[in-house]
């Protein structure tokens, strides 16, 4: 099994909303990421989970919260965003926090801010 | 510091034509290199990797890439495109660090 799942799969909030991004692995992989991609650019790395502890925050605003309660899973809390934080947020996972390891993407959730 | 260059933002193609996407990077140490492609809203999926020895590596679709170390390249290359063909395509490179830096992309249009 090679699959990042994600959900849900479209969200759409409001500014003073209380939402959360889910994903979930199986491949027993220990890193696991999530990345913001807005329409036409490449992904941005905004987290990385190192064996279920945050290694990488790459100054990512405090409106956007995650969480890895365990191996498996990726949680991205989301709380009084903005219009511009619309966008598609990718999770992925790495078999371990080292570069020449790939990084397998799941689907997205296609995010809009209203 | 690490970077990627993806100097075509589009390219057009007939169906059957040769294509080739050009991906170069800086680095100044050993670096690992792939090649991303995003069909419409989709995730990235893994199109080829360069990691060490041969310096050309193949997809499973008819894809190729080769690393070139003195041009500091890693061009994707396919003889004969589909329509299926369309989407977007990432090249990255990676250090011995954990980060994965991304290419602006390309899109590559196949048109019958």
């Known amino acids: 099994d090679t699959e990042v799942t994600q959900t849900p799969k479209h969200l759409v909030m409001g500014m003073t909303n209380k939402k959360s991004l889910k994903c979930e692995q199986h491949m027993g992989h220990r890193a696991m990421y999530w990345y913001k991609q807005k329409a036409k650019k490449p992904p941005e790395l905004m987290f990385v989970y190192s064996y279920e502890k945050l290694s990488i925050n790459e100054s990512v605003p405090s409106r956007f919260s995650p969480e890895c309660p365990n191996s498996s899973l990726l949680n991205l ?5 903005q219009p511009e934080d619309s966008a598609l947020y990718l999770c992925a996972s790495s078999q371990i926090l080292q570069g020449g390891y790939e990084q397998y993407f799941g689907p997205g959730t296609r995010l809009t801010v209203t | 510091a690490q970077s990627v260059t ?6 057009p193609v007939f169906e059957e034509a040769p294509v080739e996407l050009r991906c170069n990077y800086s680095s100044s140490v050993s670096v690992y290199l792939f090649w991303y492609v995003q069909y419409p809203n989709q995730g990235l999926q893994l199109l080829l990797k360069y990691l060490s020895g041969s310096t ?22 396919k003889p004969s495109v589909h329509i299926s063909d369309t989407a977007e395509y990432f090249c990255a490179v990676s250090e011995d660090t954990d980060k994965l830096i991304f290419g602006t992309g390309t899109r590559l249009q196949v048109f019958p």
């Open chain 1, 77 to 81: 809390h989301l709380h009084a965003l």
């Open chain 2, 6 to 11: 993806q100097l075509d933002s589009q390219v």
């Open chain 2, 56 to 77: 050309l590596v193949e997809s499973i679709n008819g894809f190729e890439a080769e690393f070139n170390k003195s041009q500091t390249s890693f061009h994707l290359r």
